[in-house]
């Protein structure tokens, strides 16, 4: 079964920054949307930033101008640059993609960010 891997989380300084990689282990079809969420403790999950097929990209207003999302539309992997990052924007983050085998939604396993004052 196709899985997504995640890497790139880590404890980073406020002001730092990091790069995520979401790539699936397996051959996979994107139909929709390729995603990036994420969950701080004691919150809901939440869409961070968004990249279509065409390549228009989408982001939640609290990391527009800070994060970029890109992908890959031959491996089917999608990455997010986060810069200037904030104490705020501790969480897991979890890509997301709607794709075939399926049609269905295959989630990363998680990667936890941490950022320090």
């Known amino acids: 079964q196709v899985q997504l891997v995640e890497s790139g989380g880590g404890l980073v300084q406020a002001g730092g920054s990091l790069r995520l990689s979401c790539v699936p282990s397996?051959?996979?079809?994107?139909?929709?949307?390729m995603e990036w969420y994420r969950q701080a403790p004691g919150k809901q999950r939440e869409l961070v930033a968004s990249?279509?097929?065409?390549?228009?990209?989408n982001y939640a207003d609290s990391v527009k101008g800070r994060f970029t999302i890109s992908g890959d539309n031959a491996k089917i992997s999608v990455y997010l640059q986060m810069n200037s990052l904030r104490p705020e924007d501790t969480a897991i983050y979890y890509c997301?993609?709607?794709?075939?085998?399926?049609?269905?939604?295959?989630w990363g396993q998680g990667t936890q960010v941490t950022v320090s004052i």
């Open positions: 990249i279509g097929r065409g390549g228009i990209t």
């Open positions: 397996g051959t996979l079809f994107a139909i929709n949307d």
């Open positions: 997301n993609i709607n794709g075939q085998p399926g049609p269905r939604d295959y």
